[in-house]
């Protein structure tokens, strides 16, 4: 094995954010159904993932020093497929994500970063550390495995893959654009840092539970959809409001959770929303890479939807499309030493309410029609249930038109009861809105 480069500033983020228990992975699912019946055995399954291994390097590397300054990516020779593919006997979407989210990486093993697990029904769910991707990489990764599915003939189902050397994984993301911060952000963290908790905008946001002193992964999951009807009317009235489906999200969640709010001395909410940075870095849309940042806000607690607010909102992070790479530049002021940043917020206020990321809409690719396979229902979901925001709203549109949200909160960071309120209340208002 070899050393392919050292990890970088955001990477190092999620590599240490894993290595000390506070994060297990991201989850990209997607049902493959076949038009003669076919089930999505071995002999289907390991051809294609042959083929989609030899296409991204970032499924053929390890983690080497994971625990110091010199992390780095270190490449695979050969990949035994039986070692990363489980066959489940249910199809317990929820459940199978739920226990996914429950288990970290060997990170000390011979092993790559991701595993796959396949449902009865025909989902399979991509498991992959997040230093080797976002959200977006899992669709790219389940955009290849369609394609070569569609091409593959069944019946080779050798499990063992010698990687291509000629593959080459993507530099990090401050190697392709300029995340450092301006002199003016560096100064307004600074002096954040000596103000008293009180006047900050976070002594009046309810976050929920605090994070636990004591680590540990432990998942909630709910599964909520939308059909291709109700989402087709409701971008139309996004659109007609100069709202996005992101923003209108937002809006709503923020009215929704107001309502849950459950002491009147919370004036505001913490909110994130997860921003791509391919665009800024001219990346495309069917690699893996970690590409991705986040827009904080500090919205107010207000209970009724405004359409006006939406499109304000989706105004504002149109604006921050490439400003918010300085979030990822922030890290450069912890000089490489992630880890106390991280152990400092143990059993300490929380510092998100929710956080969103929409992975947009999935089509199905140029093999549409050219084979047997279609894909239907895709889930995105991720962890980072101990520091993270309270609760996670995980949005992904599929190639039938329909939405899929999982809801995804560590059972430590907020009450099972307030997110089964929030998505019963969330339907109701999204349908609500239709026109």
């Not at 495309?284 to 970690?290: L, S």
């Not at 990321?357 to 047997?372: C, E, F, K, L, Y």
């Not at 992904?396 to 998505?423: R, S």
Request: proline residues 5%; aromatic residues 8%; contains cysteine.
């Amino acid at each position: 094995m070899s050393p392919l480069r050292p990890v970088g500033l955001f990477e190092n983020y999620h590599v240490v954010r894993h290595f000390l228990g506070l994060d297990s992975c991201v989850v990209v699912s997607a049902r493959y159904v076949s038009a003669d019946g076919a089930s999505l055995n071995k002999a289907h399954l390991f051809p294609a993932l042959r083929k989609v291994v030899a296409t991204h390097r970032a499924l053929s590397v390890k983690l080497q020093d994971e625990n110091s300054k010199q992390a780095a990516f270190v490449n695979l020779e050969t990949i035994d497929l039986s070692l990363l593919a489980q066959f489940s006997g249910h199809d317990d979407l929820e459940t199978a994500i739920k226990g996914q989210l429950s288990r970290r990486f060997d990170t000390n093993s011979e092993l790559p970063l991701w595993r796959v697990e396949v449902l009865r029904d025909g989902t399979v769910i991509l498991a992959y550390h997040h230093a080797i991707g976002d959200g977006l990489s899992g669709v790219a990764v389940h955009q290849s495995f369609s394609a070569a599915l569609q091409d593959s003939i069944a019946g080779d189902d050798s499990s063992l893959v010698a990687i291509p050397q000629s593959l080459s994984l993507l530099p990090p993301i401050e190697a392709v654009t300029n995340v450092r911060p301006s002199i003016l952000k560096v100064i307004k963290t600074v002096l954040a840092l000596f103000l008293p908790a009180s006047w900050t905008a976070l002594s009046t946001a309810w976050t929920a539970n605090p994070v636990p002193q004591t680590p540990e992964i432990k998942p909630g999951v709910k599964l909520i959809s939308f059909t291709r009807e109700e989402m087709a009317s409701f971008a139309a009235t996004c659109r007609s409001h100069g709202a996005t489906l992101t923003s209108a999200f937002y809006i709503l969640t923020v009215a929704t959770l107001s309502r849950l709010v459950p002491a009147p001395q919370y004036k505001t909410l913490s909110a994130f929303v997860a921003v791509s940075l391919r665009t800024a870095a001219a990346a495309p849309a069917d690699v893996m890479c970690d590409y991705v940042a986040a827009h904080h806000t500090h919205p107010a607690v207000h209970p009724a939807f405004q359409w006006p607010a939406a499109a304000h909102y989706a105004a504002e992070l149109q604006r921050q499309k490439h400003a918010v790479r300085e979030e990822v530049g922030m890290l450069y002021l912890l000089f490489g030493d992630v880890a106390p940043f991280f152990r400092g917020m143990l059993g300490k206020k929380r510092g998100g309410t929710f956080e969103i990321s929409n992975a947009g809409r999935v089509t199905s690719g140029t093999h549409a029609g050219a084979g047997p396979w279609r894909i239907e229902r895709m889930v995105f979901a991720q962890s980072d249930l101990v520091v993270g925001a309270a609760l996670k709203i995980n949005v992904i549109g599929d190639p039938t038109g329909a939405v899929n949200i999982a809801l995804t909160w560590g059972e430590d960071a907020i009450d099972e009861a307030v997110v089964e309120d929030f998505a019963a209340q969330f339907q109701d208002g999204l349908r609500a809105l239709i026109v």
